[in-house]
């Protein structure tokens, strides 16, 4: 069998194994750790990296991989699961997205890899800052032992859980089949997992979002390894049905990778829409004025070009305008964001609509 050993967690055949890599010095003398787990089977086969938390106060991911990476998994699964029920800890102890030593979004603090532009360094980007370095050590795990990826997060209260297809780049026209294999593998990888799947942002919005440096974008885009991310629905609560199918979700996926034995599970525990066609994800509808929001519609919802979405009132509650903010796709309704007060031109959702653009496309 593969040896993986993982900061202080080392693989065993056959057993669920545990340990932690050592994240950050703290200047109070303490170093924040990263929890691994290491499920390991008998007989050879791939290795499945599983991440969740990496925003503190997105928890789903949690549990799904407590009820999933078990001394019982260890005993049927195919190759190794290895699994970081959390990426940021000191995030996870203040239900807060960022850590506490760091304020920047620790999702887009990956490596850059080649998307690296060597003619802007300077002397600064020698030195990683705090959650770069914790990103840097996750990486080279993944880079070491990875056949798979699959990065468990959260999105909005009122949300669906749905799957993301990262943009994957590519260098020339030499590179361009294997960036076209990387997405087939993505898209097996979400359809197994069997929940809505959409395509992110168009190429050029997701590099300035930044998700390249995203755990998944990363993985996929630099270290060329089939990964992708799965919003669970709603954060900073638990939702015991959320959970359970996430869980068959996750199973799903280790099937496809041929480490499981089995038909897939049909997720029942939430709504789970089947397009008949690619969706990429859009913040929209967006208000032409400032006001008071109130939505017409729910989570999973499918919606037509001209739909009302929600009513905008002042704050008496007098309509503005015509009082209604309209939808100007056909599509799906993937988030409803929490915020009931609303500027001039602020998304108040996030859909999927149809995805006309490439999912692969040339590097920046």
Do not use: C
């Not at 303490?30 to 969740?52: C, L, N, R, S, W």
């Not at 959260?154 to 026209?173: C, G, K, M, Q, V």
């Not at 008071?292 to 989570?299: D, G, T």
């Not at 796709?329 to 859909?351: C, F, Q």
């Amino acid at each position: 069998m593969k040896t993986i050993k993982i900061g202080t967690a080392k693989a065993k055949p056959g057993h669920l194994t545990y340990g932690f890599i050592k994240a950050l010095q703290l200047p109070t003398g303490f170093t924040d750790q990263i929890p691994v787990m290491i499920a390991q089977g008998k007989t050879e086969g791939p290795t499945f990296v599983i991440t969740a938390n990496v925003h503190g106060n997105e928890l789903t991911g949690i549990a799904v991989i407590h009820e999933l990476v078990t001394q019982e998994l260890a005993q049927e699964v195919t190759g190794t699961v290895v699994a970081i029920p959390s990426l940021n800890p000191t995030g996870l102890r203040a239900y807060a997205r960022s850590p506490d030593y760091d304020p920047k979004d620790p999702n887009r603090l990956y490596p850059e890899g080649r998307f690296a532009k060597k003619k802007d360094e300077d002397e600064d980007t020698k030195f990683p800052e705090r959650y770069e370095l914790v990103a840097k050590r996750i990486f080279a795990y993944l880079k070491k032992y990875a056949d798979f990826h699959l990065d468990l997060h959260n999105h909005a209260l009122r949300s669906i859980p749905y799957s993301i297809l990262d943009r994957i780049f590519y260098t020339d026209e030499k590179d361009k089949p294997n960036a076209l294999k990387l997405a087939s593998q993505q898209k097996g990888m979400v359809e197994a997992f069997g929940a809505l799947y959409t395509a992110d942002f168009p190429a050029k919005k997701y590099m300035k979002l930044k998700y390249h440096r995203s755990v998944s974008g990363a993985t996929l885009n630099t270290l060329r390894i089939p990964a992708f991310t799965i919003e669970l629905g709603a954060n900073n609560v638990l939702y015991p049905e959320i959970v359970r199918g996430s869980l068959k979700g996750t199973r799903n996926v280790l099937k496809w990778a041929g480490m499981l034995e089995g038909p897939y599970a049909k997720i029942t525990e939430f709504p789970t829409p089947q397009p008949t066609k690619r969706l990429r994800r859009i913040e929209h509808p967006r208000t032409k004025r400032s006001g008071i929001i109130r939505f017409l519609v729910e989570p999973g919802e499918q919606v037509k070009k001209g739909q009302s979405i929600a009513r905008i009132t002042d704050l008496v509650g007098r309509p503005l305008g015509d009082g209604f903010i309209r939808t100007d796709h056909d599509g799906y309704m993937i988030a409803l964001y929490s915020e009931i007060t609303k500027y001039e031109n602020d998304a108040i959702a996030e859909m999927g609509i149809l995805d006309t653009e490439d999912i692969i496309a040339p590097m920046p």
